[in-house]
């Protein structure tokens, strides 16, 4: 299968211009394939970039250095370096070097030329390299990613991880298209908002044609006029009858696509196309509603995570489980994972009505990035936000995961000021991205007593708790500390799993699970974990792996997979 899977990276490499403008001049071209590649963090960086006296290996992209055994262990710089030629009938035009993300921290050269860099390991970022490429021979790019920074239990595997790409663009742009379509139940109509984001790279003020469509629900233009070497942010509102259109729903998801062109004197520039939904998806007193009806749903958690593919998240491997979670589980809803996911999950959730939190990697005991007024932060919610506005599934921004710090005297675990003040203005910045979304943020030391002030509950809209001791106890606890909101008890366990294929759940988690459907504040549970995943956290079995799955990490089931079954299936009953 991992054969399989590296050949098929070949043919979309070799296959990889994508739809062209009218103007017949291909927009983007992949970069994937093989690569060379060095793990050295003695080498010096300035060698690597002049290519002087390196011995090369050879890797694929994506991909993760640590899935091979030479490099299984490897932590630190991994040095990829790779040759490409540009079409000739690109000249004029702005030419953009897009990662769709590298672990963790990247720095990337063209031609020798450092171009930038970039922290962050799961959200995309580019560099315009429209005055550096050489049209006259091959260029040669060189990036450095460093898997040094790490977060949480799961395994930082290093490497370009996504896509990476060289794309086209006339001066002008869509940098994006957001829409946002909300069904009112009391008007019973409809309230659409298309914001576009258009880019001119030009040095002269230039006058844009916008024409988008929506079939069945909308067609119009707009004129706007974009100065030189700016960005323009319009916005387009419109309604429709509530009886006009198709909401989507886990049962039901239904999708639309949106399709805009841009025009410059008669002539298509640019061209975007983005697939939604309608739904509404909002908190009343302590339930969640979906389309004016209240749900209750539960999940699991899902780490992206697999021996041979690291976090790379192939297609078939993305379908396999959330199939599998969706159908044979009957879960719509989760937190998966505790950072950005990939485009491919998120496309195939909307597809299958699967509801998720989207959530920023900032985790545990005194993270470093847990500090208020965080650049970084902010800088991963807005590509986050940016990158998945559009997507049905996405219901939901957290800001973070299980933050404290452990009270020596008698060991009770509570935020800290500078957490707390985090948690609060991070709200207060996803706000200012997306208000179409609920916003949260993953406890575990709500239910631990304390000062109602130590606990960033207010600007929450819902609570996510992470239970692995007493879950009534715990949940009784938060709701009398914290009423009036519903609760999500986004992680549930009591102690590792065990292996595949004989490991059954504890029975007290068995009971909880079940008894936890009895209190109506709580809408739905996710267990920790789905799969088994790789770790050098403390506690990890000698197998490397963290085996607090229902299935393993080759996603053979365990005894406890079909135990959740028959649970789950209950609530639904």
């Known amino acids: 299968m991992k054969s399989l899977y590296y050949f098929l990276i070949l043919v979309l490499t070799l296959l990889s211009c994508s739809e062209s403008h009218e103007n017949n001049v291909e ?65 004029g035009k702005q030419i953009r070097l897009k990662f769709d993300a590298v672990y963790q921290t990247a720095k990337v050269w063209l031609n020798g030329e450092l171009l930038g860099e970039h922290i962050g390991g799961y959200t995309p970022f ?36 996504r896509d990476v790409t060289l794309q086209v663009n006339e001066d002008v742009r869509f940098v994006y298209q957001h829409i946002t379509s909300e069904p009112n139940f009391e008007t019973n109509k409809v309230n ?69 062109v841009a025009k410059v004197e008669g002539k298509e520039v640019d061209l975007s196309k983005d697939k939604f939904g309608i739904r509404k998806f ?86 470093q990035q847990s500090v208020p007024n965080n650049p970084v932060t902010k800088k991963w919610m807005k590509e986050m936000i940016e990158r998945d506005y559009n997507h049905p599934s996405v219901v939901a921004w957290s800001v973070g995961n299980e933050l404290r710090t452990i009270e020596p005297k008698w060991g009770k675990q509570h935020l800290t000021k500078d957490q707390y003040n985090y948690v609060n203005e991070m709200i207060d910045y996803t706000e200012t991205l997306d208000k179409s979304r609920l916003k949260t943020y993953v406890s575990n030391t709500s239910y631990q007593g304390g000062e109602i002030g130590d606990e960033p509950y207010e600007k929450v809209d819902f609570l996510c708790v992470n239970s692995y001791g007493d879950a009534i106890k715990i949940i009784k606890n938060v709701h009398e500390r914290f009423p009036n909101k519903p609760i999500f008890i986004s992680e549930i366990g009591k102690g590792q799993i065990g292996p595949a294929p004989d490991a059954k759940l504890k029975n007290e988690l068995i009971f909880y699970i079940k008894e936890l459907k009895n209190y109506p504040y709580v809408t739905g549970v996710s267990i920790w974990s789905y799969n088994d995943y790789r770790s050098n956290y403390k506690g990890t079995p000698e197998s490397g792996f963290r085996e607090w799955g229902i299935v393993d990490e080759r996603r053979n089931k365990k005894k406890a997979y079909y135990q959740l079954k028959e649970i789950y299936k209950e609530w639904e009953d």
């Open 27 to 91: 927009t983007q071209i992949l970069l994937n394939g093989t690569w060379q590649f060095l793990a050295s963090n003695k080498v010096e960086e300035s060698d690597v970039v002049k290519e002087q006296n390196i011995e090369w290996d050879t890797i694929k992209v994506p991909g993760n250095w640590d899935t091979r055994d030479r490099y299984s262990e490897y932590v630190g710089k991994g040095y990829y370096q790779k040759r490409f030629e540009v079409p000739k009938n690109w000249k």
């Open 126 to 161: 580019e560099f315009n390299i429209t005055d550096k490429v050489d049209f006259s021979k091959s260029n040669s790019v060189v990036v450095m990613a460093d898997n040094t920074y790490k977060r949480g239990a799961w395994w930082a595997w290093g490497g370009i991880s």
């Open 192 to 260: 659409f908002t298309i914001k576009y984001k258009v880019e001119n790279n030009g040095s002269s003020n230039i006058e844009t044609q916008i024409s988008s469509n929506i079939e069945g629900i909308y067609t119009d233009s707009l004129l706007i006029n974009v100065e030189g070497n700016s960005i323009k942010i319009s916005l387009v509102k419109f309604e429709k009858n509530l009886s006009e259109v198709d909401l989507w729903h886990f049962n039901s998801p239904n999708l639309y696509e949106l399709n805009s």
């Open 282 to 367: 909002e908190v009343r007193g302590e339930q969640f509603y979906l389309n004016n009806k209240s749900v209750r749903m539960n999940g699991v958690n899902r780490i992206h995570d697999h021996p041979d593919y690291g976090n790379t998240e192939p297609d078939y491997l993305i379908k396999s489980d959330l199939l599998d979670i969706k159908n044979n589980l009957q879960c719509n809803f989760s937190r998966l994972m505790h950072a950005p996911l990939s485009k491919n999950i998120l496309k195939f959730c909307d597809s299958i009505g699967f509801l998720l939190v989207e959530e920023i990697p900032v985790w545990g005991e005194n993270d």
